[in-house]
């Protein structure tokens, strides 16, 4: 049985943490994220850590316990430090470019896609093939690094897609090396 909900989440020095009724809101370096604290729960914050307690001792409050303790560190070490997620671009002529709040793909379609990211999340694209996200929100990061991915993922024959960079694609055999009896 996991007892994360228990741990305490250690603060750094830049980052500061205030709880007001309902609302547990972070500051630091890298930005601002809030959190409605779930009913009955309570949240401590002193000497430089955070401890959530949970009302009663039910599955479903000790799943949310864990839940609220995980979500609340995410906050921390995003502000602090951030989150980034890579992703790569493989196919010819496949690639990305990266325009203020947007970033532009071209693959393989008859038009070029647009995406617009959303407030919190910046893009770099390195090699027109290696596109990093960057966000203290790790929820928003991942949302936004599989709708990209989503645009063309990758396919098992060449493996031509977008891909994050630690993914590995199954890769299936050809017609031609599949079935090829002679007689």
Do not use: W
Request: positive net charge; charged residues 25%; glycine residues 10%.
């Amino acid at each position: 049985m996991s007892r994360v909900g228990k741990l305490p989440i250690l603060l750094d020095k830049s980052v500061k943490a205030t709880l007001t009724r309902e609302m547990l809101k972070v500051e630091g370096p890298k930005g601002k994220l809030e959190l409605k604290v779930q009913p009955g729960f309570r949240i401590e914050i002193t000497d430089g850590q955070i401890v959530v307690q949970r009302p009663g001792d039910t599955s479903n409050d000790r799943a949310i316990h864990g839940l609220m303790r995980k979500l609340i560190a995410n906050m921390v070490e995003g502000v602090g430090k951030g989150f980034t997620r890579v992703l790569e671009i493989n196919g010819v002529g496949y690639r990305a470019e990266a325009k203020g709040m947007q970033v532009n793909l071209t693959l393989g379609y008859s038009h070029p896609i647009v995406y617009q990211l959303p407030p919190g999340v910046t893009a770099k694209v390195e090699k027109q093939v290696t596109v990093t996200l960057e966000s203290a929100d790790r929820q928003l990061l991942g949302t936004v690094a599989a709708q990209i991915r989503e645009l063309r993922p990758p396919e098992p024959y060449k493996g031509k897609g977008i891909k994050y960079s630690n993914e590995t694609i199954r890769r299936k055999a050809g017609k031609a090396a599949a079935g090829s009896t002679s007689t």
